[in-house]
């Protein structure tokens, strides 16, 4: 049988119908030389179907079944205009009352297909995805997704009995982006993507911008309503719009929300009950940043969360999407800025995910030298097309504007900057300019933290970024790639070697500690000790240090202390500030049982007097990236394994004095320069006995003379415990 339209009755039984609209619902035909409305419907094993009465649900119209497989046409011969209807449609087990799906208009206008063409939809999420809606008085779900080379869309789910034939959707002209409303559905209702692909092969494929989705190893995605949240923390994101991250405390405790703590069956913690564990516990111990491991869902546990499926989708590992914001909220009314890793350099291969998602290479880049990761066996991102780039700036956007993220973390940029990254000769292809820098994503990037700075309301971006890429934190404008902060990698590696050595070797890489100043202001740094330096058969950090119990837990605290008084901002991950010492295991809970022994007491009770001292003394964090905040007092006594330097906080003469002693030898009547002349009370010992260490100190203070020493016009002696730290205030 021949209709008007896009499309043919064949084309809906193979899927392969790109405008549906065009031959379903109601049309104005002519019939015998008079114009008269035809009503057409597709119904899948369907026997009877009848047009009823909009107002009284009384029929009008039953409709004649022209073709087996479930369509069926009527006619109004004295109707010349389309009018509201239902349908009432029965099967050989049972009859409904429906709307019908195709007598809806687009929900999509011109204006978001331009900007969604053009790559600047700053919220894609409120037009893709699935959305509550109501449409002349109808309420239902919108459905949208972008596949430009699909031959046929359709929605399945629980509504339609995950029938591919029932609902095929259109495509709004050139865009790529296929729609469709149905009314009725409902929120917590499962559902995917039917796509038949240009290459011929059907798929089902989850909702790239799904807001929730099933746990795994499920993989539907679900209807959510984003909408109904109320937020308390108003105050708090007021401060965060007026905040300068640069010259405010930063300590982040790097949390893995699903082995933090688990309930003694072995089961996650909800959203909700880490909202009344944790974040009173990162309160108590005096951090002021949580940054949680990807919560993006993810197929895979052992990934960490860093194998993306969902980048719009909270994990339902731990609950609802609204019990991550009531987290997150809770946080925030603690005074817990919340920062979370993002994952743009690279997705999943699972087949319900982003690859291949229409039958070609869409999300992931054509070439296999750009498109494979080799680290991770994932697909790097095509950011040379203006739809993928879109898709993870909104994504950027996403979190920071509906869940009140404080930061993103960008876990791999340097895999983004380099296209040999991890590839060998010949494995590689180089840019136009025969370079190795993948110039697309260089521009993403600028793009992305562009965008979050200008629209973020005061979040920021954190890079993890392992080379000398120079400008990393440096605004766009200045040539740099606009984040606001980057892990120092450099700073990390150098330590962590230093600290695993003998004491009696350390003189001789003393280099290792002093070096990191030479490049400390170079960029917006954070000091970072995270999950990746305790896994994988590298220990945990009390694993990493040499000697005895005693000499392992007190290089330990000293670690700790020469971290916070370094330039930078602090990250450490969970676990390391009570000195567990079984390697991180992603499968269980920390061992909090060791906290009944007085070494992880002590490392734990050390961890929240540096945080409170860190929090309250401006000298140690308001200059961080300004030279002017730092003066080395004695860098050159690599004989001893000494050094000592003051921080600033450019507020007249406030500074902190700190001083390290990296040998199990205590240090008496050791001479240091001083700033200042008169009395240093001791605000910091890592040696007292509270943090399991020897006493040995310098009785609450100690007084400058006018001596000379190291060019300095004033000096004083003090004692330096073994493998410990002491930190002086002028009094």
Request: aromatic content about 14%; hydrophobic content about 35%.
């Amino acid at each position: 049988m021949q209709i008007e339209g896009a499309c043919r009755i064949e084309d809906l039984i193979n899927g392969t119908c790109y405008d549906p609209h065009s031959i379903l619902g109601m049309h104005p035909v002519e019939r015998n030389g008079r114009r008269c409305i035809e009503l057409r419907v597709w119904v899948p094993g369907a026997i009877k179907v009848s047009a009823l009465d909009y107002k009284t649900n009384e029929e009008i119209l039953p409709l004649e079944r022209v073709h087996e497989a479930g369509f069926f046409i009527g006619t109004f011969p004295t109707r010349t205009e389309v009018f509201p209807y239902r349908l009432r449609i029965s099967t050989a087990h049972h009859t409904w009352v429906q709307e019908d799906p195709y007598r809806f208009l687009p929900t999509i206008g011109e204006l978001d297909l331009y900007y969604i063409g053009e790559g600047t939809h700053r919220k894609l999420y409120e037009v893709l995805g699935a959305h509550l809606r109501e449409i002349d008085g109808v309420k239902g779900v919108s459905f949208a997704v972008w596949a430009p080379n699909a031959r046929g869309v359709s929605v399945i789910g629980d509504f339609n009995g995950w029938d591919k034939r029932r609902y095929p959707m259109r495509v709004l002209g050139s865009s790529g982006v296929w729609e469709i409303f149905l009314p009725g559905v409902q929120v917590g209702e499962k559902y995917k993507y039917a796509i038949n692909g240009a290459d011929g092969i059907e798929r089902e494929k989850a909702d790239p911008l799904a807001f929730y989705s099933e746990l795994r190893p499920r993989t539907a995605s679900i209807i959510y309503d984003l909408s109904g949240y109320k937020w308390k923390d108003r105050e708090w994101m007021l401060r965060r719009l007026e905040n300068n991250p640069y010259k405010k405390p930063m300590n982040i405790y790097e949390v893995h929300l699903g082995s933090w703590k688990r309930h003694p069956d072995g089961s996650w913690l909800s959203y909700r009950e880490l909202a009344d564990e944790l974040v009173p516990y990162v309160k108590r111990m005096g951090f002021n940043y949580v940054e949680f491991m990807p919560l993006l869902e993810h197929p895979y546990d052992g990934s960490w969360g860093y194998q993306v499926t969902g980048f719009y989708s909270a994990t339902s590992r731990f609950g609802t999407p609204d019990d991550l914001r009531y987290l997150i909220d809770r946080c925030h009314q603690a005074g817990i800025g919340v920062i979370i890793d993002w994952v743009p350099a690279h997705f999943a291969v699972d087949e319900h995910g982003l690859c291949r998602f229409d039958g070609t290479y869409l999300y992931e880049h054509e070439d296999i030298r750009r498109r494979f990761q080799p680290d991770w066996g994932t697909f790097s991102f095509n950011y040379g097309r203006n739809e993928v780039r879109n898709f993870l700036t909104a994504s950027a956007l996403f979190w920071v504007k509906e869940f009140h993220v404080d930061g993103l973390r960008v876990d791999g940029v340097s895999s983004m900057l380099y296209l040999d990254y991890s590839r060998g000769p010949g494995e590689w292809t180089p840019n136009k300019y025969g370079g190795r820098e993948n110039l697309e994503a260089i521009d993403f990037l600028r793009e992305m933290n562009s965008l979050v700075y200008a629209e973020g309301e005061g979040a920021i971006t954190i890079a993890e970024e392992s080379t000398a890429w120079p400008g990393v934190s440096r605004p766009v404008y200045l040539g740099g790639l606009g984040f606001g902060f980057k892990w120092n990698m450099g700073w990390m590696h150098d330590t962590l070697e230093y600290f695993r050595k003998d004491p009696i070797y350390r003189k001789y890489h003393h280099n290792d500690l002093t070096f990191s100043m030479v490049y400390a202001y170079n960029e917006n740094f954070i000091l970072s000790l995270s999950h990746d330096e305790v896994v994988h058969g590298k220990g945990s950090l009390v694993n990493k240090m040499p000697g005895d119990e005693w000499q392992q837990f007190a290089n330990l605290r000293l670690l700790f202390a020469y971290q916070w008084a370094h330039p930078g901002k602090k990250l450490i991950f969970m676990g390391d500030e009570f000195g567990q010492r079984s390697e991180w295991n992603h499968d269980w809970q920390l061992d909090w049982w060791v906290l009944q022994f007085g070494y992880h007491q002590g490392v734990q009770r050390l961890l929240q007097d540096l945080n409170r001292l860190y929090l309250h003394e401006p000298a140690l964090y308001r200059l961080d990236h300004d030279p002017k905040g730092f003066t080395w007092l004695d860098y050159s006594d690599w004989e001893n394994s000494v050094i000592s330097f003051a921080r600033w906080s450019g507020d007249g003469n406030n500074h902190i004095v700190c001083a390290f002693n990296f040998t199990p030898v205590p240090r008496y009547n050791y001479r240091i320069p001083a700033p200042h002349l008169g009395k240093y009370r001791e605000v910091l010992n890592t040696d007292a006995q509270i943090y399991g260490g020897s006493g040995i100190g310098n009785m609450g203070e100690v007084s400058s003379e006018v001596v000379m020493h190291n060019g300095h016009p004033y000096s004083v002696a003090i004692t330096l415990p073994p493998l410990g730290a002491v930190f002086f205030k002028p009094m």
